[in-house]
């Protein structure tokens, strides 16, 4: 079942940066973000004509309605929005839909130096959603032991540089990557690398490559302006095992794989505001960057009328260019996407537009669909396989001698691409995921074992507690009961005294001597 669901949209408006403080003696800021939804844009100068009976707001400033409007102007004000403040708000719902299965996207979009790089990524003091979002996804996982859930999380890194795609995290740096397009999930990158995250500082050595070699520059608008789109992509798989007993860890019954991309895309940029004149190799990449930019800006047109368009079928040019080829799954098909758009508090121009971009946004409609897969029990018969050991052996050899000739020749690639899987396949298929689920039984029952010692400690805590209670409770009785022994002893001794007293009296009473 799919299910449809606007775009969700956010803005976010960042500080006033060094130099526009500088520029002028006392900079207005343009934005204000009256309560989480709204947005209001001061326009420069009053549009109409005072007729006598003032302007109207309409007339001083534009509104706009967004899912979520980020406060990050001033760190004074109590509304004021940190990086974990906006991850907060942002990660769960996007966590959530990843472990539901759910393919997802959360592109940053705005003008140069308006904060893309410092939401997605952040620095070393204010981490950024993307290190933020994976130190959870890691969590989760760890949670997902428990419910008999293996999970593994693939990290793959790529930049969109002069309308090539380059892995950040390949061998070869300067290998350019084709985009192709399967017929089921859409647009996907050849031979890029994924890396299986192992744990936090993993990913984060990887990050860390991948932004040391993505292409930056400096300009007049940022000292570290991106000149390319960065596209991070993790794909999570699930998969989930099912059995009668506790301690069995049983057979791989469902498998999801779902996906995350995290874009930030290059930022776009006036000739005239970068000052980049005379430098060609800036220029052309800036050209490239506003290219790709308007052609997302067209498809997003087109994409925003699509529902009311009567003219029928709209052709969306995704092709265009590489950014929308390969994002154009998450801007109409098979994902839940969000869009942040950053935007600076001073500059009017640019800032108009992108809240005029960030409210046709707001009208597209994708179709999710969790990626569920039932599994069938038995991938391979290794029962018949073991039977006919020899004829296997002997098979094995012919396929090896045709496969090492076949290597020498053919391209790993294209020969998987043509070729029907042989039985030596199906083996190692059968094999790798074999050591994949014999490692998880063994995360498992790891896992079990650390549950069922704590239990145990918990019990030894509450036997130690019920020993230490049982002594102070024997104690107490042993000294009531002694005060108890001398209380009758004392009543004793008072009674024996007065009786004794009484014959005593009785016997001075009786007291022959005394007759006479
Ligand atoms: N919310 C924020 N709080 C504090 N500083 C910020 C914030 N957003 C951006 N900045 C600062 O603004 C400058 C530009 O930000 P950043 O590099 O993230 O912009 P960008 O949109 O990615 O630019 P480009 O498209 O040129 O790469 C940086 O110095 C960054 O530290």
């Known amino acids: 079942m799919s299910e449809s669901n606007n775009i969700k949209v956010s803005v976010r408006v960042r500080p006033l940066l060094p130099r526009e403080k500088e520029a002028s003696e006392h900079p207005k800021c343009l934005i204000s973000m009256p309560n989480p939804t709204k947005t ?37 004000d109590s509304n004021y929005t940190d990086n974990k403040k906006y991850y907060q708000q942002t990660g769960p719902d996007l966590l959530s839909h990843l472990f539901e299965g759910y393919n997802v996207c959360l592109l940053a979009y705005g003008q140069t130096s308006s904060g893309k790089t410092y939401t997605m990524m952040g620095n070393r003091t204010e981490p950024g959603i993307i290190p933020l979002l994976i130190k959870d996804i890691l969590k989760q996982m760890e949670i997902c032991v428990n419910e008999k859930i ?20 390949g061998d070869n740096n300067s290998q350019k990557c084709k985009v192709r397009e399967h017929p089921q999930t859409g647009p996907y990158v050849e031979n ?19 932004n040391h070699s993505r292409s930056t520059a400096t300009t007049s608008m940022n000292d570290k302006s991106s000149r390319s789109h960065a596209i991070i992509t993790l794909t999570l798989k699930q998969t989930r095992f099912e059995s009668h007993s506790e301690d069995d860890l049983g057979d791989a019954a469902e498998e999801m794989i779902s996906n995350i991309k995290l874009v930030d895309l290059a930022g776009s940029e006036r000739l005239g505001k970068t000052k980049l004149y005379g430098q060609q190799e800036r220029i052309k990449e800036g050209t490239l960057i506003n290219k790709s930019l308007t052609v997302l800006g067209r498809c997003i047109g087109l994409l925003a009328g699509k529902d009311t368009s009567k003219s029928g079928t709209v052709v969306v040019p995704y092709r265009e260019s590489i950014l929308t080829y390969i994002l154009k799954e998450n801007l109409s098909g098979n994902s839940k996407t969000c869009m942040i758009f950053c935007v600076s508090p001073v500059d009017f121009e640019e800032t108009h ?41 002997d098979s094995l050899k012919k396929e090896i001698e045709v496969l090492t000739e076949k290597l020498s020749r053919i391209e790993v690639s294209s020969k998987a691409e043509t070729q029907e899987p042989t039985q030596f396949d199906k083996i190692i298929e059968f094999l790798e995921k074999e050591s994949a689920r014999a490692k998880f039984e063994n995360k498992y029952l790891k896992q079990l074992m650390k549950e069922k010692n704590s239990h145990i400690e918990e019990l030894n805590r509450h036997i130690d507690y019920i020993e230490n209670e049982y002594e102070t409770l024997f104690i107490e009785s042993q000294l009531a009961q002694r005060v108890h022994l001398q209380q009758i002893k004392q009543e004793l001794l008072d009674a024996t005294y007065s009786s004794q007293q009484k014959m005593e009296l009785d016997m001075r009473e009786y007291d022959p001597c005394l007759l006479f």
């Open 150 to 169: 293996n999970c593994e999380l693939r990290f793959s890194y790529m930049e969109i540089y002069n309308e090539q795609v380059r892995d950040l995290l």
């Open 40 to 76: 209001v844009l001061q326009l420069p100068k009053p549009l109409g004509v005072d007729t006598g009976r003032g302007l109207t707001e309409d007339d001083k400033s534009r509104t706009y309605l967004f899912d979520e409007c980020i406060w990050s102007f001033d760190q004074s």
């Open 353 to 393: 537009q992108t809240l005029n971009y960030a409210n046709e946004v707001k009208k597209i409609k994708t179709s999710a669909r969790a990626n569920k897969t039932k599994l069938s029990k038995a991938p391979v018969n290794w029962e018949e396989l073991q039977k006919s050991d020899q004829t296997v052996i």
């Open 192 to 210: 890029v690398q994924e890396h299986l995250v192992r744990d936090y500082s993993h990913f984060l050595s990887l990050l860390n490559k991948g």
